[in-house]
């Protein structure tokens, strides 16, 4: 499980390192013409990615019948997270330089944004209550109920990602379709649990 | 019509052709940032492998903003035929062939037909225009095209009193543009220019970037280049122009008419529906420059704005 849990940490950095590599100039090709946009689009896709991968965790266990995948989900979702965090603040600090009236703007008056920011903030109680202190202190079924906001959340980051494409809707598509799959799985999970 | 006919110099001249064409694949920067005062590094890395095209005039429509390095302007590009991603023109335009090229004319104009690209250019002397270059997406560059005016083109082909509108088409080659092998848009690609626009001194078509011949990812052999707008209404390799009495389709604005008009005309004060139009990205003013304020048909204002006099551009996007 430790060498699972290592190797996944690895993993999951690699798009981050991948980007600061590249900046550097270190590995070929750099990151082009418009490096901001890049490096934004980046973290946005691999924080969506990460956080639909914590979602397949526990169906893939399910599935398996084996508790490894369940033992990823936290180090998963603080990734997803960080991703996710960061891209927010690529945006604020190099796209939109820290221009104030510009960035209240944007998530007032632009609804792809605004779904972006919910989603974001969303997440900000689950990464900091996703310690066990906190999962004493809230007791297991609070802190299970608290944590069912991953779903809103990843429903929002998949609609943000929907809207904001130009004509090309493969990859959002994809995407939408294995978040319905996952929530019909835990639907039918429960339901199987209940009966 | 007022035009700002300060004398400028070509990047061109400033430069000498050793350096501004240089044999290798990268050249120092700095070199050129020495010789050429408006051209900023801006001439670093033309491959040899792209065509020079003779003598260029200088152009007052010309702008003295330093243009955008060979290597930015023909690696982001916004190309579909090869690929939605910026870097999809560049890695996958290589099978594209341009050569041989004829472009078809027809419509309402009275000398119509099959143009070959060599009898299309012969009349034309070739200028140098730097222009700006606003994308829809919120991003900007300064190109130095090669080209010449449109409308000296059109009245060759002498459109008739029914010619109310141009239409434009892109050539459609699935085998050589791996974009086009995925319905992301109706192929062809077309475009279409009201005839004022279109006769407009502004109104180019470019075969060249930097005296050189047009890459693939940038439309070659011959694309349209109209400065005030869009970045989506300068229609790339195009082969087919038609004169025609109702303002004709085009793309975008067949796949969202709610996002994309017929006139993007570009304009900071009408939003695209999910982002702000009111500022931009300049492509190379670096990490921390943030964006800069868009400027009203671009910058372009004092000569085209009595193009559009009496209509809302709120509704007439
Ligand atoms: C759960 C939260 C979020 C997720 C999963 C997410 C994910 C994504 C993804 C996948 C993209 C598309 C990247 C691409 O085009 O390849 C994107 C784009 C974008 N996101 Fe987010 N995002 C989130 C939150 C936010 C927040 C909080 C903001 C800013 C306030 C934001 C601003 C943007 C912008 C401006 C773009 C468009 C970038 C461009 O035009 O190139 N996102 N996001």
């Not at chain 2, 475009?191 to 693939?216: F, Q």
Request: aromatic share 12%; hydrophobic share 45%.
């Amino acid at each position: 499980m430790r060498a699972l849990k290592a190797a996944f940490f690895v993993l999951a950095l690699l798009p981050g390192l991948l980007l600061l590599l590249r900046g550097s100039g270190l590995v070929s090709p750099g990151l082009g013409a418009n490096p901001v946009e890049l490096i934004q689009d980046t973290l946005g896709l691999w924080g969506l990615r990460l956080l639909l991968l914590t979602l397949c965790l526990s169906p893939l266990a399910w599935l398996l019948r084996r508790p490894w995948p369940v033992a990823l989900r936290r180090m998963a979702g603080l990734f997803a997270f960080a991703y996710i965090l960061l891209h927010f603040l690529v945006w604020a600090l190099l796209d939109q330089a820290l221009d104030w009236p510009a960035i209240t703007e944007d998530i007032v008056e632009r609804p792809f944004i605004t779904i972006g920011v919910a989603a974001m903030l969303m997440l900000v109680p689950l990464a900091v209550t996703s310690t066990r202190g906190w999962q004493r202190r809230l007791g297991a079924r609070r802190w299970l109920q608290l944590h069912r906001l991953v779903y809103p959340a990843a429903i929002l980051g998949v609609w943000h990602y929907f809207w904001q494409v130009k004509a090309d809707i493969r990859e959002p598509l994809f995407y939408a379709v294995l978040l319905a799959a996952l929530l019909l799985a835990r639907l039918y999970h429960r339901r199987q649990a209940r009966l | 019509m007022p035009v700002n006919t300060k004398n400028r110099i070509l990047p061109s001249e400033i430069t000498p052709p050793e350096v501004y064409f240089n044999r290798r694949l990268f050249m120092q920067a700095g070199l050129v940032a020495g010789a050429g005062l408006a051209l900023p590094a801006a001439a670093d890395a033309i491959p040899a492998a792209h065509r020079r095209l003779g003598e260029l005039r200088p152009s007052p429509f010309s702008t003295d903003e330093a243009p955008n390095t060979f290597e930015e302007i023909s690696t982001y590009n916004n190309f579909y035929e090869f690929g939605t991603g910026k870097s999809d023109p560049v890695r996958l335009s290589h099978r594209f062939n341009p050569r041989p090229w004829s472009v078809r004319v027809d419509g309402e104009c009275d000398k119509g037909g099959d143009i070959t690209l060599e009898d299309l250019l012969a009349p034309h002397p070739l200028e140098e225009r730097i222009y700006r270059l606003r994308c829809v997406e919120a991003w900007s560059m300064v190109v130095p095209w090669v080209g010449f005016p449109l409308g000296d083109l059109l009245k060759r082909f002498e459109p008739n009193s029914r010619a109310k509108y141009v239409a434009f088409e892109t050539v459609y080659r699935p085998e050589e543009m791996p974009g086009q092998r995925a319905r992301i848009i109706d192929w062809p690609y077309v475009e279409g220019l009201r005839m004022d626009e279109a006769m407009h001194p502004l109104t180019i078509l470019a075969v060249g970037i930097y005296g050189v011949e047009l890459p693939n990812q940038n439309g070659a052999p011959l694309r349209l280049v109209v400065p005030w707008k869009y970045g989506f209404k300068s229609i790339k390799s195009i082969v087919r122009i038609s004169f025609v009495e109702e303002e004709p389709p085009t793309s975008w604005s067949l796949s969202a008419p709610r996002e994309y008009g017929f006139y993007a005309n570009v304009n900071p004060e009408v939003d695209h529906p999910r982002w702000s139009q009111a500022r931009e990205r300049r492509i190379g003013a670096g990490f921390f420059a943030g964006r800069q304020p868009t400027l009203m048909f671009n910058g372009y204002a004092e000569d085209v704005a009595s193009l559009y006099a009496g209509m809302d551009l709120q509704r007439q996007f």
